[in-house]
């Protein structure tokens, strides 16, 4: 039996590789998927009525594992690969040593490694977001279909065309996914949700947390969490990191504050549930240009994430005949969808020429409206670039809206999008044969499960052509 030689030193650390940048992508990336595994499982397990808190948990669990087959298979190349089409790379794998030992580009100071695994990262977070607008209804057999196909056909699309060569990557500023990750999950979800249909009467009139404790916990993951996501998208330990990382928790915190002090002034209440919202809008906002954009902007993005999807959620959706018909559990919409508009648009305004120059030395992008306006005398530039950002949230709307529906319509002509009303009105024990919590005795549950040893009634959940 012959053994591979291993690699000398000078092989293993190369002169175009930095351990230091090398180390903080590993760290980043970690960061990113801490954020979907526990952070968005702990969140969703939490956020939701006991009786589907393992449904919507596992719900995220699956999608994780799921995405990250797909992504070395074929997915990545899809989205960052040779060009196929001016939407999509060529669909191959990206698992041999030799492709992801390899250096990510002539001037990158990372292997291809890095970018994969943090770009899975990435990929994951966004079907597990778009997951909290079908929380409480959804046939866990359908998700298991969907996440693939939505994946392949709408996520690659997406991340191809803005960052991965495709036709908008030389015009739309997208730091970190505002419009890749977080307006594609709202309306996809959103899309979705349509689809599948509302939750049990009972369940969408009355939808308690069954742990605001964890409910926090699995937020701060999800807070701390993003200091990789925005931190990372350089892909070096350099200066434009640092900013980001300043900038994302920023623009937080004071989105977290706007939106409780909005809830104080019209419900004189401070929800702890409001708080969470606030804090996700203010994450998804910075993103598309936390590390382009300076402080006080971060600040002023914040205000305006605090309340702008405030009210979108809490005034315009309880008005709105089109948004009542449709349930979105989590409101992902308002918090991805709205926010993540509302931050490619402010990063169109806000984007100073030189911090663009730092992160695209070689591209086309801004300079912001602002900076037009008060630095440059070039307004046309300006708009131009606000031109590229509603176009950039056009196309990724559009694309979503249509990809989305085709899949659903596909996977409905197999199988129930839906679960059917029995299983609707126990939850996690129909679904799973598992509950959330042993209420009664050492580890039992108050009763024997009915459906853990009794396969389920396939015509429950298929459906023939």
């Known amino acids: 039996m012959s053994f591979p030689q291993a690699l000398t030193p000078d092989e293993g650390s190369p002169e175009w590789m930095s351990k230091g940048d090398n180390a903080w992508q590993l760290t980043a990336t970690a960061m990113v998927c801490m954020q979907s595994v526990p952070g968005l499982v702990v969140l969703y397990g939490s956020m939701v009525k006991k009786k589907w808190a393992v449904n919507s948990a596992f719900m995220a669990f699956y999608a994780f594992a799921m995405v990250l087959v797909c992504w070395v298979l074929w997915a990545h190349n899809m989205a960052f690969g040779k060009k196929m089409s001016p939407l999509s790379g060529t669909p191959h794998a990206a698992v041999t040593d030799g492709f992801l030992l390899a250096q990510r580009g002539p001037d990158s100071t990372v292997p291809n490694?890095?970018?994969?695994?943090?770009?899975?990262?990435?990929?994951?977070?966004?079907?597990v977001l778009l997951a909290?607008?079908?929380?409480?209804?959804?046939?866990?057999?359908?998700?298991?279909?969907?996440?693939?196909?939505?994946?392949?056909?709408?996520?690659?699309?997406?991340?191809?065309?803005?960052?991965?060569?495709?036709?908008?990557?030389?015009?739309?500023?997208?730091?970190?996914?505002?419009?890749?990750?977080?307006?594609?999950?709202?309306?996809?979800?959103?899309?979705?949700?349509?689809?599948?249909?509302?939750?049990h009467s009972r369940d969408r009139q009355n939808f308690p947390p069954n742990n605001i404790i964890h409910m926090l916990g699995g937020a701060g993951f999800l807070w701390l969490g993003w200091t990789g996501f925005n931190g990372g998208a350089p892909f070096a330990a350099?200066?434009?990191?640092?900013?980001?990382?300043?900038?994302?928790?920023?623009?937080?915190?004071t989105s977290l504050l706007v939106w409780v002090s909005l809830d104080m002034i019209f419900y004189e209440k401070s929800s702890v549930i409001g708080a969470v919202q606030g804090m996700i809008t203010g994450l998804v906002c910075i993103t598309p240009g936390a590390g382009i954009v300076e402080p006080w902007g971060a600040l002023l993005m914040g205000a305006m994430s605090g309340s702008i999807p405030w009210y979108t959620m809490m005034v315009l959706h309880r008005r709105s005949a089109f948004f009542q018909s449709v349930d979105d559990t989590l409101g992902v919409f308002h918090t991805h969808a709205v926010a993540g508009v509302?931050?490619?648009?402010?990063?169109?305004?806000?984007?100073?020429?030189?911090?663009?120059?730092?992160?695209?030395?070689?591209?086309?992008?801004?300079?912001?409206?602002?900076y037009s306006i008060s630095e440059m005398n070039h307004l046309h530039l300006g708009f131009r670039q606000i031109f590229f950002q509603l176009l950039g949230a056009v196309c990724i709307t559009v694309w979503n809206v249509i990809i989305t529906t085709i899949i659903c319509i596909f996977i409905s002509r197999f199988i129930n999008l839906r679960m059917n009303e029995e299983d609707l009105e126990v939850g996690d024990d129909a679904v799973h044969g598992e509950e959330a919590y042993a209420l009664w005795g050492d580890g039992e549950t108050m009763k024997k499960s009915l459906h853990l040893r009794i396969p389920p009634r396939l015509s429950s959940f298929w459906r023939p052509v």
């Open 113 to 127: 490694s890095d970018y994969v695994f943090y770009q899975f990262a990435f990929a994951a977070i966004t079907v």
């Open 132 to 199: 909290g607008s079908l929380l409480g209804r959804m046939n866990f057999y359908a998700w298991m279909m969907f996440v693939p196909l939505w994946l392949t056909f709408s996520y690659t699309i997406g991340a191809y065309t803005i960052w991965g060569g495709g036709l908008l990557e030389k015009y739309v500023i997208d730091y970190a996914g505002g419009f890749v990750i977080h307006l594609s999950s709202g309306v996809a979800g959103f899309t979705a949700a349509y689809w599948v249909g509302p939750r």
């Open 238 to 253: 350099g200066r434009i990191a640092a900013l980001a990382i300043v900038n994302t928790h920023l623009c937080t915190a």
């Open 342 to 370: 509302l931050g490619g648009v402010l990063s169109g305004v806000l984007a100073k020429p030189n911090l663009l120059h730092l992160m695209y030395p070689k591209g086309q992008y801004g300079p912001g409206l602002f």
